[in-house]
């Protein structure tokens, strides 16, 4: 079963306006990471915002922001005031932690991509 | 401060080849994961190593090794290069511990012929 899930493929949305980006989640571990990340064509991920599952509040970096739904498993992605410099693949990332000492691997959904029109 | 540094950027090899790909994590960080990223199969997890050892390993044959350095640079190797092995490979670097921000890398681009 997939542990990541990003159920849009493609999404458009007009410059100046609110986006929200997908993220289904699934795990038994009590402690874990959520992570996003956008790829533009250039191939470099670049880290927007990180939620840890026992954060109260929801994330917030700047035009981002994390809509963190523990009970639904839910970590969607709203990207306020869009820009065309948006357009780019985004990703959910998982980090599961129970139980071990490794905390470089991360399990990734298949990605959206983002088309912003002017 | 500097960013994840991987090089080269791009690299085209044939088949049966080995190569090295090089990672430099962000000054301080002891730990540098490697990811390789296809259409097919989207972006998998390789091994992370931190402190000069690997302390996890992803589903990949025993043709991909890694190593790192007392200056935590971290090298991939892959040897006996088979087409399938054409991908964008990517590093992060963190400071290894539990609620860290990973970083990445530009990638390096490989290409099997």
């Known amino acids: 079963a997939q542990k990541i899930t990003q159920t849009q493929p493609g999404m458009f949305v007009q410059e100046k306006e609110a986006v929200t980006l997908d993220c289904t989640y699934d795990t038994s571990d009590p402690s874990y990471g959520l992570f996003w990340y956008k790829q533009p064509s250039s191939g470099e991920m670049i880290f927007l915002i990180y939620?840890?599952?026992?954060?109260?509040q929801n994330a917030t970096e700047g035009r981002y922001s994390l809509n963190f739904q523990k009970a639904r498993k839910s970590a969607n992605l709203v990207i306020s005031a869009s820009q065309l410099g948006d357009s780019a693949m985004y990703f959910c990332?998982?980090?599961?932690?129970?139980?071990?000492?490794?905390?470089?691997?991360?399990?990734f959904g298949q990605g959206t991509i983002l088309t912003v029109h002017p | 401060k500097a960013g994840v540094t991987q090089t080269p950027r791009y690299l085209i090899k044939t088949r049966g080849q080995q190569v090295t790909l090089s990672c430099s994590p962000i000054?301080?960080?002891?730990?540098v994961s490697w990811y390789q990223q296809t259409p097919g199969q989207g972006l998998q997890f390789l091994f992370e190593y931190f402190s000069e050892t690997q302390r996890n390993k992803g589903n990949f044959p025993g043709r991909f090794s890694g190593r790192q350095f007392s200056n935590s640079r971290s090298e991939m190797n892959v040897s006996t290069l088979e087409l399938g092995d054409s991908a964008l490979y990517l590093c992060?670097?963190?400071?290894?511990?539990?609620?860290?921000?990973?970083?990445f890398g530009s990638g390096t681009q490989l290409s099997v012929l």
């Open positions: 000054s301080g960080h002891r730990s």
């Open positions: 990332a998982m980090r599961e932690t129970a139980g071990g000492t490794s905390y470089g691997k991360l399990t």
């Open positions: 939620q840890g599952s026992y954060d109260q």
């Open positions: 992060a670097s963190s400071h290894g511990q539990p609620g860290e921000k990973l970083f």
